[in-house]
């Protein structure tokens, strides 16, 4: 007994030493392990499976846990518990140390086999490392792999019905730690100062507190930052490849003799730097630094200077001088080359620029005489010198400012025609048949059908998607304008030939609107009222003869003068015919229900150029030269008179909403009206170099085109909005320039589709053509 307790105090003192040296004794035993021989395989008899085989920790404590009756570890046992147990084993192992302490010593041989081992397990021990110091502490890596949860890399949720969430390396459970509910979690949000820092590890399920240096490492990647906070982000550039090309030898062999003879160039050089020294051009650093001295010296000024000198005693102090001209070329000559002298067509031209005499190239026509002796005298000279003294005396010249300014800030910031598309860009077909100028065109409100009226005293009809011409119609003078009826349930052709306007049945389309047209305007209703002496002399209702009626013609109304144009109302029951020659009678309203004619003004106020009815109210536009009056035919008074300040209107169209006018004239633009805005226009274009003949807006597509004498017919984008506050948006699209000019004509009348973004335009070329 007295030995084993003097065994276990010897225990006891030498348990912590015990500790300290467990980690060199488990490498010490794995070495031993792996340096012990391979047993042959033949030895082998026994099959270890199916066998229970039992496995001991390689740590020398004996480590025992609790578990429930599922198997799940809930902890390692108390010490107190295994205190006794401690003392008797350390008792047993003492006795057992000693017995078996004999036996190995007396295995123990000095062999030469057993000196090897020993040293190998000496290098062995001194390559292990030392547990207190880190992995990784000499090197650069940076792979800290967390592997306290050896599952590898799987989802998570599978251990959702379990109480642990994997193992560790011992192949122990990690159980999860207790799940809180959200009020605790609130609790703890409030009261652990920490909380913010706090994040949970999905392998191990653990709350992991986020260090200072952590937290910084998040905020540097967070803002885009280089993680390392040693790193200097504004270090100097090191320029590591210089730009200076460096002359190697490709071989090293000796100059030729020749190189040593005086170059040709450099004697040049050499003498054009002589003579430069000697005619003073070049001076030597002598003479620049003698005269770097005498500007350093003082310097004396003459007090009176500028009461003698002339130019400053001028009236206008600092004068600028009178502009010189330029000096005269071949052209002015008396005797010119002749390539110089105009022909025919540049005569022509420069005759035609009268008015604007600012766009010749030259402000006179060059002449050729035999000598200077025949050069008559100049029958402008007096005028000009004249002139010429009189700008030099009377126009002050000084110096100005001149403003830089970008010719981007001056141009409104309009969109991009690709993002307003729809609109017609190509000529698609050209429609030929008529053999004089063509000045009026029209389309079915379907879409299918179209109709054109020339000088050459005929009306074709044409099929649009084809270009086949299905009827051609002989009227007995020119034919100044068609009109195809706004109304889809009937089929008639308004025709203005001479002092007659013609309704005629195409026969083209639907049958039963066909037939239902024929009847309609085959006996003429009986009306009670009688017509007035003055609208009898005006105009006559007639129904077509035989002859006419074979052709399609049905109704005749006879004018006392030439009709120049005729519109419909959007109902299609009411026309409307204009007389530039009738006066007080020049505009005449038709009723074709009743066959009844009004004249509605009973004063001229002007030359009539062109009416328009207003798509939704009952209102009646009036175009003179130089102004637009609208009236109310219901209250029978005038409304608004639009001024338009040009030379001469030529036609205008009126938006589908009605808020809206567009305006052409012969004086090369466009005018925009905002009915509800004001008097003046809106807007005012000038995209044409020639008088704009005509204009129409798209019934569906904020689009409208004009037509002008330039050959070109321009497509732009007019988007009215609902809200009254915001301004028509108006954008040039599309130059469509395919006509040819005829005797100073070019397109005479546009026209756009009913249903489809197309437009189509009639020309003095005899040609009506289709740009889609």
């Not at 993680?227 to 590591?240: G, L, Q």
């Not at 020049?586 to 002007?606: D, E, N, V, Y």
């Amino acid at each position: 007994m007295a030995k084993k307790a003097a065994i276990k105090r010897k225990v006891k003192e030498i348990q912590p030493k015990k500790e300290q040296e467990i980690a060199a004794e488990e490498s010490d035993s794995e070495n031993e392990d792996l340096l012990q021989p391979i047993k042959d395989p033949g030895e082998d008899t026994t099959d270890d499976e199916g066998i229970d085989q039992e496995y001991q920790s390689d740590s020398s404590e004996e480590l025992e846990f609790e578990s429930d009756d599922e198997g799940n570890y809930l902890g390692k046992k108390n010490k107190e518990e295994q205190s006794g147990d401690d003392s008797e084993s350390v008792e047993e192992d003492s006795e057992s140390s000693e017995d078996e302490k004999p036996a190995s010593v007396k295995d123990d041989g000095p062999s030469s086999s057993n000196k090897t081992i020993t040293k190998t397990l000496q290098a062995i021990a001194e390559s292990v490392r030392d547990p207190s110091k880190p992995e990784y502490e000499d090197s650069d890596t940076s792979d800290e792999e967390d592997i306290r949860n050896t599952v590898g890399n799987i989802p998570m949720h599978w251990y959702d019905e379990y109480k642990h969430i994997g193992y560790d390396w011992d192949a122990k459970k990690i159980v999860k730690p207790p799940k809180g509910d959200q009020i605790d979690d609130f609790l703890r949000k409030i009261e652990d100062p920490n909380f913010w820092r706090t994040v949970k590890d999905p392998q191990t399920g653990q709350e992991v507190l986020l260090t200072d240096e952590d937290i910084a490492l998040i905020k540097r990647i967070n803002s885009a930052r280089i993680p390392n906070p040693e790193h200097n982000e504004y270090e100097p550039w090191i320029d590591w490849f210089t730009s200076e090309v460096e002359k190697m030898p490709i071989k090293n062999v000796p100059d030729h003799k020749r190189s040593f003879l005086p170059s040709v160039s450099e004697k040049k050089k050499v003498s054009r730097m002589v003579h430069a020294l000697k005619m003073g051009w070049m001076k030597t650093s002598e003479e620049v630094e003698r005269e770097k001295q005498a500007k350093r010296g003082p310097k004396f000024y003459m007090l009176w200077e500028t009461d003698t000198s002339r130019e400053h005693m001028r009236r206008i102090h600092d004068p600028v001088s009178a502009p010189k001209r330029d000096l005269p070329g071949h052209a002015e000559s008396y005797n010119p080359p002749p390539e110089y002298l105009f022909d025919a067509k540049e005569t022509k031209e420069w005759l035609k620029l009268k008015d604007e005499p600012h766009k010749r190239k030259l402000h006179f026509m060059p002449q050729k005489f035999k000598s200077l002796r025949e050069v008559p005298a100049y029958s402008r000279y007096l005028r000009e010198r004249f002139l010429r003294c009189l700008d030099l005396y009377l126009c002050p010249r000084a110096k100005r400012v001149k403003l830089n300014i970008d010719a981007e800030y001056l141009i409104p910031k309009l969109p991009s025609p690709r993002d307003l598309q729809p609109f017609p860009t190509v000529e698609s077909m050209v429609y030929r048949g008529h053999t004089d100028l063509v000045r009026s065109v029209s389309v079915e409100p379907k879409g299918e059908y179209m109709v054109s009226g020339s000088d050459d005293k005929t009306v074709k009809i044409w099929e649009i998607s084809t270009g086949r011409c299905i009827r051609t119609i002989d009227t007995e003078d020119v034919v100044r304008c068609v009109a195809w009826c706004p109304n889809s349930k009937l089929s008639i052709i308004a025709v203005a030939t001479g002092s007659r306007l013609l309704l005629i049945n195409p026969k083209v389309g639907d049958k039963l609107i066909i037939k239902k047209t024929d009847d309609l305007l085959a006996e003429s209703p009986n009306l009670d009222v009688i017509d007035n002496e003055r609208i009898k002399t005006a105009v006559q209702w007639a129904n077509a003869d035989t002859q006419e009626q074979e052709k399609g013609v049905r109704v005749v109304i006879t004018h006392f003068k030439p009709i120049r144009q005729v519109t419909w109302h959007g109902r299609g029951d009411y026309l409307a015919t204009v007389m530039p020659e009738g006066a007080n009678r020049s505009a005449l309203i038709h009723q074709l229900s009743k066959r009844r004619s009004q004249i509605p003004f009973s004063k001229s106020k002007g030359l009539v150029q062109c009416v328009l009815f207003h798509p939704v109210k009952p209102c009646f536009f009036v175009a003179t030269q130089h102004n637009i009056r609208i009236y109310d035919l219901v209250k029978q008074e005038l409304i608004k008179k639009l001024l338009t300040n040009s030379k001469w209107i030529s036609g205008m169209s009126i938006h589908p909403k009605g808020d809206n006018l567009l305006v052409s004239t012969y004086d090369k633009k466009m005018l925009w009206f905002d009915l509800d805005l004001s008097t003046k226009p809106y807007q005012t274009m000038r995209l044409h170099r020639n008088a704009v003949r005509s204009v129409a807006f798209h019934l569906r597509y904020p689009l409208f085109a004009s037509g002008s004498d330039d050959q070109a017919v321009i497509v732009s984008h007019g988007m009215v909005y609902n809200d009254l506050l915001q301004n028509p948006l108006i954008v040039p699209l599309k130059k469509l320039q395919t006509h040819e000019k005829r005797d100073e004509f070019g397109v005479l009348d546009v026209n756009w589709h009913p249903v489809q973004p197309w437009v189509f335009s009639t020309g003095a070329d005899c040609t009506i053509r289709l740009y889609t």
